[in-house]
């Protein structure tokens, strides 16, 4: 499996041409988190909606409401084709997996006759402060960036520092602005020497912590 957490960036996007509905194995992978945990990565199928359905019925009511902006305790059946049924091309997913089950999901959705794409993620409350959202932001430009995307936006509510904490972490020029409490964030997604540095040092920082923790 390739281990996309080693790759530097793309300086040019690419001309291969990439087949809607065919699953990309090849972004499969394995990560490792902050602390040192080494987790399984791969794009969500649409075989996963069961393992969906249980990450959302345990988060936190605040979780749910920072993501969906209200009160959703329960995804509709529709909501689980939706989420998991996605072309990999203009709407791709991936999952971070802990011993069967999920414990993170990042997105972008491209949006329509555009280059850009919403993006957005989610991780388990027991799983937050380990780089699980930077690891899923790292690889979701990567994969849009090699798809024809060159800009990823985003909203978020006016007191999720962590969002914003992953945005600023991962080296793109960030531009934010704030509107009635919402916080709408833009930013290209092309590498830039400072978003390579980054990446490079988190790799280095969560390598040695992998290290020390087999020990």
Do not use: C
């Not at 972004?27 to 249980?54: S, W, Y």
């Not at 027991?126 to 798809?147: F, K, N, P």
């Not at 972490?169 to 930013?187: H, K, T, W, Y």
């Amino acid at each position: 499996m390739i281990d996309l957490s080693d790759r530097p960036g793309l300086t040019a996007q690419s001309e291969r041409h990439f087949e809607p509905w065919v699953y990309p194995s090849d972004l499969t992978t394995r990560v490792t988190t902050e602390n040192g945990l080494t987790l399984q990565m791969r794009p969500i199928r649409p075989d996963d909606a069961d393992i969906l359905q249980r990450f959302h019925a345990q988060l936190t009511p605040d979780s749910v409401f920072r993501r969906y902006f209200s009160l959703h305790p329960e995804l509709s059946a529709a909501e689980l084709v939706h989420l998991t049924t996605v072309d990999y091309v203009d709407r791709l997913a991936f999952i971070i997996i802990v011993r069967g089950a999920l414990v993170a999901v990042g997105r972008y959705d491209r949006i329509p006759e555009s280059d850009r794409a919403e993006v957005a993620f989610l991780v388990d409350d027991a799983y937050q402060h380990q780089g699980l959202g930077i690891l899923l932001l790292d690889h979701l430009a990567d994969a849009a960036w090699e798809r024809g995307i060159t800009t990823f936006v985003a909203e978020t509510q006016a007191d999720n520092r962590s969002m914003m904490h992953v945005f600023k972490e991962s080296g793109f020029s960030v531009n934010a602005r704030l509107e009635d409490e919402i916080i709408f964030v833009r930013f290209p997604i092309e590498p830039t020497d400072e978003s390579r540095a980054r990446r490079a040092e988190r790799t280095r920082r969560w390598a040695a912590a992998r290290e020390a923790a087999l020990r």
